[in-house]
């Protein structure tokens, strides 16, 4: 074997060893399975009668604003912070600081608030919350 | 005269060597890595962890790709610093494939809303960060691997790229670091922030220290000869009466000419003096490209510099052999030559043998000088003429294994052989000896162009 053939062949060893110790690492993430989160009902008033084009409208709204980047909703998105069954964990109030990163929301998010206050002011805000509210 | 260089041997030491230096590698990526495991975030399941464990191994493995070519002599010596450039090359591909078809493309195809918008107004900067980086890396793999068919000249190449990768790996921290959802802790972040840090001072030391050290030991040419076949010799002393250079035969250096040795204007050359003379060494270096035909302009008392001594291809990493058979290709004589008048030098009695592979007879360089180590050695030089004069008697066309075969000892298979020249030779050459019964690991050679 040439010496180059020997490089090329040690290089694609060694890649397929990192490969292989990076799924070794995601496996023993995902040992336990994901932890369901229980519903917190107490805190919030039963679901709005809900309006489809508003949810609709509110989606899209999430879509712009790349909430995804961060937030999975049914396991589309950053499974980081999963907004399934937000509503029932959290009040429109602080839904809303937390979608704009203010109050004890943003000493929390840290620098991320600062990206989420550029969505202050924007025209369909009420039916993000309202979307965020009926994800039971 | 100093003694010769004390040389790390062909010694059980090399293999355990170079399988510790790959778990070193291996434990330089992967080792961060497995630091996040721990805490309290729980799995966001096998295949998104996947990608986010490719994007941080592969921003490791860019990382070492630094320390690859830094020249640190104890990491390459077990392996031959031209394979560590050859690993460095193949290794690029590697990572670039991990981070681009890895980390980027499983989240793609997986969970594109994730990645978000690609507009760089609207996208945070941390994503930005890391697509800038995702291009400049391709931008720097593509233009390496393709740089002769692009006809990129060399020095400028290499401050390219240098600059894109140091740019790219910039770009990649600071997309890991923004977007690293597992830093979820002050002490994860810091052991990133420190192991991005730690690439940054290897820059530092292969941009500005190392050459430091190459600037404090200036040389003075002394002579610039012409030998046939255009190859040209430079002769350089130290400019200090007390400095030398030790090394063994068959290495090589990085020459720097008429630049500052911070330019990044050096240039691999093959040392083809007498390890056994390190107050004066001489490159002889065929006129080929745009360096290498401004050598014979070179005047006495200009100043060079050399960062040397490097490579592990000659005849004392194999002391013990019962001789030596060497197989040169145009001015792949030169570490061969520098390996006869070592020999030489050391009174070496041993049997030897030279195929010496040229086109035509006038052009053969160094023949003089040969046929008298001919009479100073044990050796039989063997010229090999593809376009030999009419009254040629000797061998002609290549050096096929009939040529090896009428010229090698019986005790051939105790020998070990030295190959430098094109690589259409070389591979020629390792596959007749491997049908002549010699054993590959007898059989060493210089690949020239790996840079």
């Known amino acids: 074997m040439t010496r180059e053939s020997r490089a090329k062949w040690l290089a694609a060893a060694t890649a397929a060893l990192v490969i292989a110790l990076s799924a070794l690492f995601a496996a023993l993430r995902n040992l336990s399975p994901l932890p ?24 899209a709204a999430f879509e712009r604003m790349n909430c995804a980047m961060c937030h999975s909703i049914a396991g589309r998105g950053n499974p980081s912070h999963p907004l399934d069954g937000v509503g029932g964990r959290l009040d429109r109030a602080q839904l809303r600081a937390w979608a704009l990163g203010e109050g004890e929301a943003a000493a929390r998010l840290g620098g991320i608030a600062s990206i989420k206050q550029r969505n202050r002011g924007d025209p369909e805000l009420d039916a993000l919350l309202d979307y965020l509210q009926q994800l039971r | ?34 630091a996040l495991l721990p805490g309290p975030a729980a799995g966001r399941g096998f295949v998104w962890d996947f990608a986010m464990a490719l994007g941080y191994a592969g921003l490791a493995m860019f ?54 918008s690609a507009d760089p107004t609207s996208a945070p900067a941390y994503m930005t960060a890391g697509r800038v980086a995702l291009v400049l890396l391709a931008l720097v793999v593509v233009s390496s691997l393709a740089r002769r068919a692009l006809r990129i000249d060399y020095d400028g190449w290499r401050i390219a790229h240098a600059a894109l990768a140091t740019t790219a790996f910039g770009a990649a921290l600071s997309h890991l670091l923004g977007a690293g959802r597992f830093l979820d802790t002050a002490w994860k972040q810091a052991l990133w922030a420190a192991y991005g840090a730690f690439w940054v001072l290897l820059i530092a030391y292969v941009r500005v220290l190392r050459p430091l050290r190459v600037a404090r030991r200036p040389w003075k040419v002394t002579d610039v000869r012409a030998e046939r076949g255009a190859v040209w010799t430079l002769a350089l002393e130290p400019a200090h ?43 002889s270096i065929k006129e080929l490209g745009d360096f290498t035909s401004t050598i014979k302009d070179t005047k006495p008392g200009e100043t060079a510099w050399i960062d040397a001594p490097y490579g592990t291809f000659g005849i004392d990493e194999h002391p013990h052999a019962e001789g030596y058979a060497f197989v040169a290709g145009g001015v792949g004589i030169a570490p061969i030559m520098s390996m006869l008048r070592t020999l030489a030098d050391r009174g ?43 009254d040629w008697t000797g061998e002609r066309g290549f050096v096929t294994e009939d040529v090896l075969m009428r010229h090698l000892p019986i005790t051939r298979h105790r020998f070990e052989y030295f190959l430098c020249g094109p690589v259409s030779m070389t591979k020629s050459v390792e596959r007749a000896l491997a049908a002549l019964g010699v054993q590959a690991a007898r059989v060493h050679s210089e690949i020239f162009d790996w840079v």
């Open chain 1, 36 to 59: 369901v989160r229980a519903p917190q009902s107490a805190a919030a008033p039963p679901p709005p009668a809900a309006d489809p084009a508003r949810i609709a409208a509110g989606r």
């Open chain 2, 1 to 34: 005269m100093s003694p010769p260089a004390p040389h790390p041997g062909n010694s059980p030491h090399t293999t355990r060597d170079a399988v510790l230096w790959l778990g070193v590698y291996l434990a330089a990526v992967t080792v961060p890595l497995f």
């Open chain 2, 63 to 116: 990382g070492v790709q630094f320390a690859l070519t830094a020249r640190f002599k104890r990491a390459t010596a077990p392996f031959g610093i031209d394979i560590v450039y050859y690993f460095h090359r193949y290794l690029a591909v590697a990572a670039l494939a991990v981070v681009v078809a890895g980390h980027y493309g499983i989240l793609r195809a997986t969970n594109p809303a994730a990645l978000g």
């Open chain 2, 241 to 283: 009466a007390t400095e030398w250079l030790r090394f063994a035969p068959g290495q090589f250096a990085w020459l720097t000419l008429r630049a500052s040795p911070f330019a990044m204007r050096e240039h691999p050359f093959s040392i083809a003096s007498s390890a056994e003379r390190p107050r004066r060494i001489e490159f």
């Open chain 2, 348 to 390: 070496d009695r041993r049997p030897l043998v030279l195929f010496y592979g040229n086109r035509v007879w006038d052009r053969v360089a160094f023949r003089e000088e040969l046929d008298a180590l001919a009479q100073r050695l044990n050796l039989e030089v063997v010229h090999v003429l593809l376009e030999p004069p009419a």
